[in-house]
């Protein structure tokens, strides 16, 4: 049986302890990292045969007490734990139900277009958790326009990401922005979602991105760092407003400091005249 989201997180979890932060003894002559799976299974009060079954797919369905006892185990803080429990849901979920997979809607209401009007000249954009780019205000498309992140006809935030070059030039902190894109797909709000990332994105985005898909590290979110093609460096904070219902989200961009403020005002530069 193929392993699930949930079993890929505890393993990676049990990987990256290490025993002496646990108080345990080192061992040599181990080939793999971190905890042994009699280690937390111990810690856990399970056995090492269940929690087998849980790592390798085999249990889809641990008990919320297992769970809870599994993030005690392994010290999570408290977006780990979120986390632990959203896989434990989507896992259960998707042994019991069948789905087809069928991608998320790209409609946006005409109330958030307008929202979107009365943000110019400011950076914003309304996206899904797949990461399509569904619509922007002219100040986002000055920010990333020249960087070529809305040059394909649905453009998608993952896809140019992963498969386009200029995204690591155009992204000072790639590493962490990857870490953070892959993370948010977790939080697609549907099994058949979840089923279109794996089919159709995954193969395109190749093993950068599949290896932090099955990893699912929780990201630390820090300030934007974008490194425009007009030579500027700008520092932005991001603030994300779910909109209910339609499994959207407004996301705003704004100045970190006010040397990025400036440039955004078009003081200087030719930010503003990007198309």
Not at 9 to 38: N, T
Not at 58 to 73: F, H, I, K, T, Y
Not at 171 to 176: L, Q, T
Not at 180 to 187: A, H, R
Request: include cysteine.
């Amino acid at each position: 049986m193929a392993t699930t989201p949930l079993g890929n997180f505890i393993r990676a979890k049990r990987d990256a302890v290490q025993p002496a932060a646990l108080g345990l003894p080192e061992r040599r002559r181990r080939r793999s990292p971190g905890l042994r799976r009699q280690d937390l299974a111990d810690r856990a009060d399970v056995s090492v045969e269940y929690l087998a079954r849980i790592e390798q797919g085999r249990d889809r369905n641990p008990s919320p007490a297992v769970v809870g006892a599994l993030a005690d185990a392994l010290r999570l803080d408290a977006s780990e734990r979120n986390h632990l429990r959203y896989l434990a849901k989507i896992t259960g979920d998707a042994c019991a139900v069948d789905v087809r997979p069928v991608p998320p809607s790209r409609e946006v209401r005409g109330s958030v277009l307008r929202m979107l009007e009365l943000l110019e000249p400011g950076a914003a954009f309304v996206t899904n958790r797949l990461g399509d780019v569904l619509a922007h205000t002219a100040g986002f498309r000055a920010v990333v326009g020249a960087a070529g992140l809305l040059d394909a006809d649905r453009p998608n935030l993952n896809h140019y990401l992963f498969t386009d070059p200029r995204a690591r030039a155009f992204f000072a902190d790639w590493d962490d922005v990857a870490d953070e894109q892959t993370f948010d797909l977790w939080q697609a709000p549907s099994l058949e979602n979840l089923e279109w990332l794996t089919a159709e994105l995954a193969p395109a985005a190749g093993e950068e991105f599949t290896r932090r898909l099955h990893l699912a590290t929780v990201p630390r979110r820090g300030v934007l760092r974008l490194d425009h093609p007009e030579g500027h460096r700008l520092r932005l904070l991001r603030e994300t407003l779910e909109l209910p219902g339609d499994a959207q989200q407004l996301v705003v961009l704004m100045a970190e400091d006010a040397a990025t403020a400036a440039v955004l005002a078009g003081s200087g530069s030719r930010l503003r005249s990007v198309s």
